[in-house]
């Protein structure tokens, strides 16, 4: 395969075989807003048909219309053994190493625990919602879990939109650039109590056993109701074991949270694995007012779930713990799943789940995934709707979609020949649109964002478009 592609996934790597799976959504329900309970797995008809309706609440499907297809056969390190130190850029990847998602759909899953902005929109109090508002940061990367499939990389112009009326909220994206890539997106409730946006453009370097990626972009959480602005960025992401050994992720580095109204700020540290993997998954921090005294604790784990106390208790607990009061150790969370720890580089084979401190506040708990889950690239529940085209989606969505796109529509169906083909003639269609924009000295336009500074922070930002929902898509640009 010949060409350009942008290497850019937060979570870029490959399958590993053996993931457990073991997982189904949880159910969820917030003040004006209901979830919807999708049921047991029971596959899907032809691509496009329409699930049923129940009590009026549109039912989304709950597997995908094809599994996974194997990845054993392959070698990574064939391809990336020249790139070692490298700024993983202009590499083109077998397709066997996707999944069957745009990066567009992966930032969607950001939604996933939307309920947790609704929350924190019906708080009173400012420490309480960014209580909320902490949980929905870490909430954004529990779904790459396990997910070391590749997402395709957007088309320049390419668009992706999910209306969730069920969850309460409409999400619109689209590629920005290309050189480099960046991914603009917008959400909004459906009940106007939020905005949420940003934009997203990680740079990645390959370093022998790793890939990581390093998150470039704000993200902006509005509540309207109070007048507030979040401001935050992800941490970084790291895929370890790509050359050989069972593929493990992990999250690290610090999250700032801002309350620009109040000047409230909360500081999370993703830790670092560490020499023998006892801080595998972790997530450590404080909320602080503008003077900076700290007012809660939280901790957890990313892919599980996130504690808050007292900083007091806090404090208390910690200092009995150093004293070896084994009468006051904390007790585990059952509840929880249990973290991977099956993993190369001295990291133990079982990880403790996390440990609840007496007194303690459950902030949120990740949704488990569906049964058949290893078998459907370690989707979410949520996750396995994105890509879903129903009957008459074509004559609204825009013709740019990710939905719409024969590669990835191709792979889904487990037509990894036709995909593979598709995706060479788009890459190329792209490349020729390139050249011919050259010739005539002509800039790429994008159609619904634009990229004035950001209101709060000041750096490039890509602030919310105007004009998507009202559906005049033409003329437009003919990527597909």
């Known amino acids: 395969m010949n060409g350009e592609e ?48 129940e009590n009026g609440i549109q039912k989304h499907r709950t597997s995908l219309p094809a599994p996974m297809f194997t990845r054993s056969d392959f070698s990574v390190w064939s ?4 790139c070692i130190g490298l700024e993983l850029s202009k590499i083109t990847m077998p397709i066997v190493f996707n999944e069957p998602l745009s990066f567009l759909q992966r930032i ?26 902490a949980a929905f940061a870490v909430s954004a990367v529990a779904s790459q879990w396990e997910r070391t499939g590749k997402p395709f990389n957007p088309l320049l112009g390419e668009t992706y939109e999910l209306i969730r009326e069920d969850l309460g909220f409409r999400f619109i994206s689209e590629q920005v650039s290309h050189h480099p890539p960046v991914s603009a997106f917008y959400s909004e409730g459906l009940n106007q109590d939020f905005l949420f ?35 935050w960025t992800n941490p970084t992401c790291c895929v370890h074991n790509v050359i050989i050994g069972k593929l493990w992720i992990e999250q690290y580095g610090t999250v700032e949270i801002v309350n620009h109204r109040t000047g409230d700020k ?12 006892k801080e595998l998954h972790k997530v450590e921090g404080h909320i602080q007012d503008k003077n900076k005294k700290k007012l809660f604790m939280i901790y957890g784990k990313w892919t599980e779930c996130l504690w808050g106390i007292d900083p007091a ?3 208390s607990f910690k200092k009995r713990e150093r004293r070896g009061d084994q009468l006051s150790k904390a007790q585990p969370d059952n509840g929880s799943q249990k973290a991977d720890g099956d993993v190369l580089d001295s990291v133990p ?17 990740v949704n488990t995934r569906p049964p058949n889950s290893a078998q459907m690239y370690n989707f979410t529940s949520f996750t396995v709707s994105l890509n879903e085209l129903q009957s008459g989606m074509e004559k609204t969505l825009a013709p740019t979609d990710c939905r719409l796109r024969p590669d990835i529509r191709g792979m889904e169906n487990g037509d990894m020949d036709l995909a593979s083909q598709e995706k060479e003639r788009l890459e190329e269609k792209q490349r020729e649109a390139r050249r011919e924009r050259a010739k005539q000295e002509a800039e790429w ?20 478009p105007r004009g998507y929902f009202e559906r005049n898509f033409s003329p437009p640009p003919h990527i597909y």
């Open 197 to 231: 946006h940003g934009s997203i453009y990680p740079k990645l370097k390959f370093w022998g056993k790793s890939v990581e990626a390093e998150p470039r972009g704000t993200i902006t959480l509005e509540l309207l109701k109070h007048n507030e602005a979040y401001t």
């Open 349 to 365: 084979e079982v990880q403790e789940t996390v440990q609840v401190i007496p007194g303690s506040k459950l902030l949120w708990r």
């Open 108 to 133: 969607t899953e950001y939604m996933e625990h939307v309920f947790l902005i609704h929350r924190a929109s019906c708080q009173p109090q400012a420490l309480e919602r960014m209580q909320c508002v």
């Open 79 to 82: 391809i990336l053994k020249k």
């Open 445 to 464: 336009q994008t159609r619904w964002f634009h990229p004035p500074p950001h209101p709060y922070t000041g750096t490039p930002d890509w602030p919310p």
């Open 313 to 315: 208790a806090y404090e």
């Open 6 to 53: 942008e290497f850019f996934d937060a979570v870029t790597g490959f399958d590993s075989e053996n993931s457990s799976g073991e997982f189904s959504e949880a159910d969820q329900r917030v003040a004006g807003v209901m979830r919807v309970d999708t049921g047991r797995s029971n596959g899907i008809g032809k691509v496009g048909e329409r699930p049923p309706q």
């Open 266 to 277: 909360c500081v999370l540290h993703f830790k670092p694995c560490g020499l023998f993997g």
